[in-house]
Nanobody, 114 residues
Framework: QVQVVESGGGLVQAGGSLRLSCVAS????????MGWYRQTPGKQRELVASIAGDDITDYADFVKGRFTISGDSSKNTVYLQMNSLKPEDTAVYYCRVRAISNYWGQGTQVTVSS
């Protein structure tokens, strides 16, 4: 069974930075991509950023220029560097691992105070 573990969330003031980390383990199949999603109460989970291999990235428009996704495919690890955080970035952030199926972490809370 694939395990996905996120870390790095917390409370930060607007304009500050946080770095999220995600490690996947236990996959018998090749991991094709990893990504970060976020969700707030009453809203659907939405893509923040994803990475395939170590350099094919995709970003939601609302984070372009502020967030950077990076990864180490040899270690099944992905990071999300979040700069210039805004109160509207407050959400639970989830790591998604795409192999033969999609696997999700338990989520990490990011709270940005104004």
């Amino acid at each position: 069974q694939v395990q996905v573990v996120e870390s790095g969330g917390g409370l930060v003031q607007a304009g500050g930075s946080l770095r999220l980390s995600c490690v996947a383990s236990g996959s018998r199949f090749k991991i094709n991509s990893m990504g970060w999603y976020r969700q707030t109460p009453g809203k659907q989970r939405e893509l923040v950023a994803s990475i395939a291999g170590d350099d094919i990235t995709d970003y939601a428009d609302f984070v372009k220029g502020r967030f950077t996704i990076s990864g180490d495919s040899s270690k099944n690890t992905v990071y999300l560097q979040m700069n210039s955080l805004k109160p509207e970035d407050t959400a639970v952030y989830y790591c998604r691992v795409r192999a033969i199926s999609n696997y999700w972490g338990q989520g990490t809370q990011v709270t940005v105070s104004s």
